[in-house]
Structure formats: structure tokens, C-alpha cells
């Protein structure tokens, strides 16, 4: 296991229309202490403000929560951005909130969170790519694969609505094409 944590320091995830059920799918299986920490932008209404996070919940053991301005990221936990901000990893590995303009009609935007993190934790990153119906995301795959780390991106066979995914295999930078499944088993197998 300490291998493992060595190796993979964070897994950032984007999703969009139909994330509900992909987000459910994969964090249901994770363990209380899954020992990675996992950043998410699921796009969202600025109404619904913790709504998601109470759904996700309910189904999991594995804490999920909101990410806060300056906090800072540990394992054990699923930070989702909050409605309206971007959300942006810092040098020390805390949170940023930003109210910038939306990227690709998104805020919180995909490419903003992966591109930061990008920066900060290099190859020691894996990104994911799941349903949803714009292409926000597939920029940050870009660069998180330019840094080193492993980029992921939902099996079109197996997500509700295939754009999201399909503009991020379409750069070319995309390592491993899965189906949710599959992508709970790799996250699964890193820590066993």
C-alpha cells in the first residue's frame, strides 16, 4: 500500500450531465480511509448548493464534502467544488474558490480544477473523464497527461450522455478508456 500512496498523491474527477449515477457508482465501493484524496467538479445549478453532497452521502462511506477556501486536502475524503466557484489546487496543496468567468459556459469549471492540479501534483495525478454532455475537461486531460500523470476517460459504451468523455479521447491524451466498473476496480487495486 505505501507504494501506492507514494506513487498517486490525488485523483481529480469531472462530470457533468448523468454524474450522479457515474459518482455514485464509483465512490459507493471506496473505503472510509481510502487513502487518496479525490477533488470532483460535477456540473451543477448555483441553487443546489449542498444537495449533492447530501445524495452522495447517503450512499457512501467514504466522507464527501464541499471544498473549502484554503483547506487543506487530505485522504479519506471527496471534495466536490461548490456551486458557482472554480476550484483551484494551490502550491501547498490547499483549496482555492474563484468567481472568474465561466470556462466552457462552466463554473465550477473541469479544466480549471485539472489544470491546477496538474501543476502541483505532476505524475503523481490521475484525472478522470466522465459523463457529460459539453467538452469541458478535455483541456485539463491535456495537461495533466503533459505532466506525467495517468488521464482516464469513461467508456462512450458506458456513459449517459458521451460528449464530455468523447472530447477528452478525441486529444489523443487519454491512457485508459473504461467503463465504470472498471474505473472503481483500478481505484480499488491501487490500494491493495
Known amino acids: 500500500m505505501a507504494d501506492f500512496k507514494q ?6 474527477i469531472g462530470s457533468s450531465a448523468g454524474g450522479l449515477h457515474a459518482l455514485s457508482s464509483i465512490f459507493e465501493l471506496l473505503p ?17 448548493n449542498a444537495l449533492l453532497e447530501e445524495v452522495l452521502q447517503a450512499k457512501c462511506v467514504i466522507k464527501i464534502k464541499q471544498a473549502d477556501e484554503k483547506e487543506i486536502i487530505s ?18 496543496k490547499t483549496f482555492s474558490l474563484s ?20 501543476q502541483v ?29 495517468v488521464t482516464i476517460a469513461q467508456s462512450l459504451l458506458d456513459a449517459d450522455f458521451v460528449y464530455m468523455p468523447r472530447a477528452a479521447i478525441q486529444t489523443l491524451q487519454v491512457v485508459h478508456v473504461w467503463t ?4 472503481s476496480s483500478y481505484l480499488l487495486n491501487l490500494i491493495r
Open 7 to 12: 506513487a498517486y498523491q490525488a485523483i481529480v
Open 121 to 149: 501534483y505532476k505524475k503523481q495525478l490521475i484525472g478522470i473523464v466522465l459523463t457529460g454532455a459539453n467538452s469541458d475537461g478535455a483541456e485539463g486531460i491535456i495537461e495533466i497527461r503533459k505532466n506525467g500523470g
Open 75 to 92: 485522504p479519506g475524503c471527496v471534495y466536490i467544488a461548490p456551486p458557482d466557484y472554480h476550484l483551484l489546487v494551490e502550491d501547498n
Open 99 to 118: 468567481s472568474d468567468p465561466p470556462v466552457h459556459y462552466s463554473r465550477p469549471s473541469v479544466d480549471v480544477l485539472f489544470e491546477s492540479a496538474a
Open 180 to 183: 465504470l466498473k472498471e474505473i
Open 32 to 48: 472510509a480511509d481510502y487513502p487518496i484524496p479525490i477533488m470532483v467538479v460535477q456540473h451543477r445549478s448555483k441553487d443546489h
